[in-house]
């Protein structure tokens, strides 16, 4: 399983559950608890992820215009291939 705990701390994500319920706030850890691996929201919401369908990092999607396309995806699309 890859771990993305460092890339996206400290990001506001939104987090879709199995059943149709979403809890959104700021990603602040991801810890095992009891065996069983989880994602910290807030520094007080425990997720287990099992539970999880998806979870979408809101805070990159509203970034400005400027910050996307990334800078190597800009040259690419503009064919300087370098």
């Known amino acids: ?20 319920d979403y809890q959104e706030g700021v990603l602040t850890a991801y810890c095992i608890v009891d065996d069983v691996a989880h994602v910290e929201l807030n520094g007080h919401i425990l997720i287990p992820l099992q539970n999880i369908a998806s979870l979408h990092c809101s805070s ?16 690419i699309d503009s064919g300087d291939e370098t």
Do not use: H
Not at 9 to 14: A, N, P, S
């Open 1 to 20: 399983m890859d771990d993305y705990t460092n890339k996206y701390k400290g990001e506001r994500v939104e987090i879709a559950l199995f059943g149709g």
């Open 60 to 75: 990159r999607c509203d970034a400005p215009e400027s910050d996307w396309p990334p800078q190597g995806l800009r040259d």
